[in-house]
């Protein structure tokens, strides 16, 4: 269950259902061509296939590229050319579905159905922009970390080789002193029991590392 919830809200869901309406969108135009082309015969109804394939491919690209569609930087990613398509496909399915005629509870079904399509086709190139930029984020945030993960990896590398100098300059230093404050003693035992109270930092210096 959780992984067709999983599906239903991922970006592939939405990729999907945008193809499954690009098909009918197809569909629709290609029929709308085949009856208004001023042509006869063969040639009219492969013209309608062939147009009605620049126009949903045109429409597709539209939809995958809407945030490139600002007029300006200040304002919504492609708000304009979403609502030029969301009249695009009320236009389309108005001729479509031809909802002038029929009695008036026909007219009301076609009216309400090419207005649902409308939103459909609106709703679907918002959510797929929106889930598009999502997985951009994501893929940028799991980038970042990857960096972080890098860099941690190699400062601990480096504390690593400062805790080896810091091990080795203290062995090199006369067992009686303490290396932090500089104090003698008469042994190591009494130096050894001063460091744990000893408050002062070591300082090391380059050439010592």
Request: glycine share 4%.
């Given at each position: 269950m959780n992984a067709i919830a999983s599906f239903l809200t991922g970006f592939g869901a939405t990729v999907l259902g945008?193809?499954?309406?690009?098909?009918?969108?197809?569909f629709e135009v290609q029929s709308l061509f085949e009856r208004y082309l001023p042509l006869d015969?063969?040639?009219k109804v492969l013209a309608s296939y062939l147009i009605a394939f620049v126009v949903v491919f045109s429409l597709l690209i539209f939809s995958?590229?809407?945030?490139?569609?600002?007029?300006?930087?200040?304002?919504?990613?492609g708000a304009w050319i979403k609502w030029v398509l969301f009249l695009f496909t009320i236009v389309i399915n108005a001729y479509f579905w031809d909802v002038t005629?029929?009695?008036?509870?026909?007219?009301?079904?076609?009216?309400?159905?090419?207005?649902?399509?409308?939103?459909?086709?609106?709703?679907?190139?918002?959510?797929?922009?929106?889930?598009?930029?999502d997985k951009q984020s994501l893929n940028r945030a799991f980038t970042s970390l990857s960096q972080l993960q890098a860099k941690e990896s190699d400062l601990r590398a480096k504390v690593s080789k400062?805790?080896?100098?810091?091990?080795?300059?203290?062995?090199?230093?006369?067992?009686?002193?303490?290396?932090?404050?500089?104090?003698?003693?008469?042994?190591?035992?009494?130096?050894?029991?001063?460091?744990?109270?000893?408050?002062?930092?070591?300082?090391?210096?380059?050439?010592?590392?």
């Open positions: 945008l193809l499954v309406f690009v098909a009918y969108r197809f015969g063969s040639v995958a590229n809407l945030d490139k569609f600002k007029l300006n930087r200040f304002e919504d990613s005629k029929g009695d008036n509870q026909t007219i009301f079904f076609k009216s309400v159905l090419v207005v649902f399509l409308g939103i459909t086709d609106y709703a679907y190139n918002h959510l797929f922009v929106s889930s598009w930029m400062l805790s080896t100098s810091l091990s080795e300059l203290i062995a090199r230093q006369d067992p009686k002193v303490c290396p932090r404050c500089g104090k003698a003693f008469d042994n190591s035992n009494q130096r050894n029991g001063h460091l744990r109270s000893c408050q002062k930092t070591l300082k090391i210096s380059n050439n010592e590392l």
